[in-house]
């Protein structure tokens, strides 16, 4: 595989269009992939002319465009009018109907696009559903197993659907009980408990995930230093050797505050890779991306085997990408009034703009 330092980092975007200086940013770095937030969206027209336009700029390599489009508090589009029930609203209704209705139906949605990679699903136990860490409404249980069901479906039917799979937040948020978009999260549990119960799902997951992003909590029992997402004992010790993910691992956020508070760009994105992480994620602020590309590119061709079986793993990712579906206008009004029908027959209410998440998740 060419040696493509860029491979290495996903990025968000500033609007709804490529500014000046993105475009000459992009061209220059060629980031491995993209991810889209609400302040990326307008029209679906608009949206996918924007995924069109990263996917010319990529040259080599096929772009990973990503987005978190979970359902109910985490819902990009709602901007677009499309309605999703969160986790908590399909694992309520007890109807696996629904899970895979739901998938499917977000699947086409995210291709018709011109998104391939879906953060999602979330495989967190939920111990308390109303603890201030970022999961409220998000978790598809409150024990391994229902998340496993549930959480199994969701990925296998989005993945019929073409669009690949997130299973997130490696260990675990869901027994932290602080938000990590604002501080770093402690979590003391003894590991062995974690591995019998939070890993369940991503040990008897393997098969349907394509990807997995690594969390910013810190777990004292196994690194007292490091967050996951910075840990080596985390993604290469339990993710690579322990549960045997082969693979692409993905930051959360770099830009999340139980990061920033702590650590310098590009010294974040270099722990990142060095802990096992085949790609780091930069949402908001890319000052630096610049130059957290010529650091990987001057280490990478120093000691190339640093990065070897990372991009081996970006590479076969990438050749899954399935090319987006046609976007019609008629189509796609037909694809949002399914969405509300499936609101409806449910029986849970329709979301508003406000009530969704604009950071990252």
Known sequence: MKYAPGQHLIVGIEGTELT?????????????GFVLFSRNIETAQ??????????????DFK????????????????????????AQQLRECGDLRWVVWHAKLTGVILRTLGVNLNFAPVVDISYDDTASNSLKSRCFGSSPEQVLEYAGIYAGNLKSSGILTCAKHFPTVGRAKSDPHHDLPVVETDFNEIYQQDLLPYNALIGEIDTVMTAHVLYPELDPEHPASLSPRLVEGVLRDRIGFNGVAITDDL??????????????VWRALMAGNDMAMICHDLKEAEAVYSLIDKQGYQNPEIFESSLKRIKRLKRKIKPPHELKSTTWDELVEETHELMRQMGVSQQTRGESLVTQI
């Open 20 to 32: 000046s200086q993105e475009h000459e940013l992009f061209t220059k770095i060629q980031p491995g």
């Open 63 to 86: 772009p990973l465009i990503s987005m978190d489009q979970e359902g109910g508090i985490v819902s990009r589009l709602l901007n677009l009018g499309v309605q999703s029930p969160s």
């Open 46 to 59: 608009q949206v996918r002319a924007l995924t069109d336009e990263l996917r010319n700029l990529s040259h």
């Open 255 to 268: 830009d999340m505050g139980a990061i920033t508070q702590k650590y310098k760009r590009p010294d974040d």
